[in-house]
DNA sequence: GTGGTCTAGACCACC
DNA sequence: GTGGTCTAGACCACG
């Protein structure tokens, strides 16, 4: 234990991450073109070179590709999309479940009080129609 | 959006939460007495005012109780501490679901990929061969 | 029996409960501004940390509330204010027929001579030549 | 306003008003004797200084008595005890009248409150019977 | 500007 | 030893 308090994930992943989850969302789309590095730096309150590192980043894992000159596009392979939103969901999905195990909560319980605060969310939203 | 990067809660919140989970783990159990203010600080690297704060935090929240010239204790009344149990696996499925929800999945997804997950790791865990 | 004698509530409570005070007297208001954490530290000529404390005490006890950005405020739930009132006249009494009691005056006399000092007051003021 | 939070009576105006509420109250009775002076400073931890100037109040007012070379004794004047627990009574009404007064309390407010009070103590005490 | 947090170091009361 | 309070001075996020 120490000053760990302090610490986190990079922020070029947390960028990096950021743009997945609008890409996944729908807030932007196969073949998207994303903002130049410098307005993403500008946008983000980061460092340039902090972007190409999120760009690099997202190259790499096959969700962006960027052409000499153009700029740096959503991939337009939808499958990885498909891919990438399955990806994201599942280590969503794991992280919590992780938490949860680690606090001693049993799987039937996580279950049952997730699908539990659902049905509570809907009531609330849709105002509990009795049909 | 901006330079929301270094952000994050509080380290006292963030300690308070740490020992809530401590003790719904089990780690820390009714009538327990937590480390010293200054002991704790040298553990966690703080300032003996921030574990200060965390305990003033615990004792707000009923979970722990402190007394004068002897130490902090975590709370002998059960009922709080099955009580404080809801409240956290509460708060963490809502976080997850808020999460989740935002990033575009749908409710039945969710719950089909939390106990597929669980499945998964059930069999990797026992080799799931009962049949 | 030892040196209590320089002993006393907290300063942070001091002044919460001056402010109360104010507030139940009228002297500050519903929505009203209270001074800047550091001008009021520099008015009570005590530490800025400390009275951050008792912004934090009031909005604890609903009594305030605080805008970031903007400063603290009186609440503006005038039910609570309301509340307040009766709290504070309530602690006051009990303190006050506590302290009676401990001197040994008996229920009867402390009625009585509230009433009859209060007869004397209203004299004193109004001259009282109604009769 | 400036740094009065740490101010208040003399400690020997303090252990004065003790020794008085102890003769009301019963505990002290005409013509007993009071500790020594170097008894009463080790008693209340203060300097014997204080003490002796805490004698000589009581002397001024003619509660207690010192006589050369035997100590000093709570005067045997019954009438003059009669009297200052009149005093004392009135002192504090007094300075109770007025603090709720300045708080904006009714006269009508505070008999009303102080009846009820000592009611429910009374209810609380006897466990409220119904005859 | 605002309040919120943190550190450093001190003193106190209680046991 | 324990926790509780206070000061001094710093940095942060928000508007």
Same mark, same amino acid.
């Given at each position: 234990?120490?000053?760990?308090?302090?610490?986190?994930?990079?922020?070029?992943?947390?960028? =990096?991450?950021?743009?997945?989850?609008?890409?996944?969302?729908?807030?932007?789309?196969?073949?998207?073109?994303?903002?130049?590095?410098?307005?993403?730096?500008?946008? =983000? !309150?980061?460092?340039?070179?902090?972007?190409?590192?999120?760009? =690099?980043?997202?190259?790499?894992?096959?969700?962006?590709?960027?052409?000499? !000159?153009? !700029?740096?596009?959503?991939?337009?392979?939808?499958?990885?999309?498909?891919?990438?939103?399955?990806?994201?969901?599942?280590?969503?999905? =794991?992280?919590?479940?992780?938490?949860?195990?680690?606090?001693?909560?049993?799987?039937?319980?996580?279950?049952?009080?997730?699908?539990?605060?659902?049905?509570?969310?809907?009531?609330?939203?849709? !105002?509990?129609?009795?049909?």
């Amino acid at each position: 234990m120490g000053d760990d308090f302090r610490s986190s994930q990079p922020i070029y992943l947390q960028l =990096a991450d950021r743009i997945c989850r609008e890409i996944v969302r729908g807030d932007r789309k196969a073949g998207d073109k994303l903002p130049s590095v410098r307005d993403m730096a500008v946008e =983000a !309150g980061v460092n340039p070179n902090t972007v190409q590192r999120v760009y =690099a980043e997202l190259e790499r894992m096959q969700v962006a590709e960027t052409r000499r !000159g153009q !700029g740096t596009f959503v991939t337009e392979d939808v499958a990885r999309l498909r891919e990438l939103r399955e990806e994201l969901m599942h280590e969503r999905i =794991a992280s919590f479940v992780r938490d949860m195990t680690e606090m001693g909560f049993r799987a039937e319980e996580i279950v049952t009080g997730v699908r539990a605060h659902m049905e509570r969310s809907l009531d609330t939203a849709q !105002g509990g129609r009795t049909e």
